[in-house]
């Protein structure tokens, strides 16, 4: 099963807790031995998903949107970000320098081309820029690719 991830950051941390027991639950029940997870490993729902993937004995493959993407990220995330990046079985490029809107979107056209479900840490309402969350899930669902929401019930960002 090959397990894509896309999902909104700077969550409370409330929230924070509620969506990674959510993660935690859904990779659980699937055989690690044949779980691939797919991320861009951005901080939030990418890494702990990614965390959890790898916890559980799957293999990590990463989509790196952008050659300067690490630098876009949060400082205090790029342990997380490199420790990940060294544990990934395949990396994905989409050939772009600057980690721009553009670059994301790219990104996440690839990983959801990669995957046989999208899972998405989506609170259902519109992205607040392009290549947002709500437009990985409106490109999943144009090709075909299933999408499997995951947001605590009555949560807000």
């Not at 409370?12 to 990779?27: I, Q, T």
């Not at 055989?31 to 691939?36: K, M, Y």
């Not at 081309?113 to 144009?142: C, F, S």
């Amino acid at each position: 099963m090959r397990v894509g991830i896309t999902g909104h950051r700077g969550l409370s941390d409330e929230v924070e807790r509620k969506v990674r027991e959510l993660l935690e639950a859904a990779v659980s029940p699937h055989d690690g031995a044949d779980l691939v997870g797919v991320s861009c490993i951005a901080d939030g729902p990418d890494a702990w998903f990614a965390q959890y993937v790898l916890a559980h004995g799957g293999r990590l493959e990463v989509v790196l949107p952008a050659e300067q993407y690490r630098e876009s990220l949060p400082e205090q995330h790029w342990p997380v970000y490199d420790e990940l990046m060294s544990r990934a079985s395949e990396v994905h490029r989409t050939g772009m320098g600057a980690s721009d809107s553009a670059a994301h979107m790219a990104g996440s056209e690839i990983l959801v081309g990669l995957v046989d479900e999208l899972w998405a840490v989506w609170d259902g309402k519109p992205a607040w820029g392009y290549g947002g969350t709500a437009d990985v899930v409106a490109y999943a669902e144009r090709t075909g690719v299933p999408v499997r929401i995951l947001w605590p019930e009555g949560a807000g960002r």
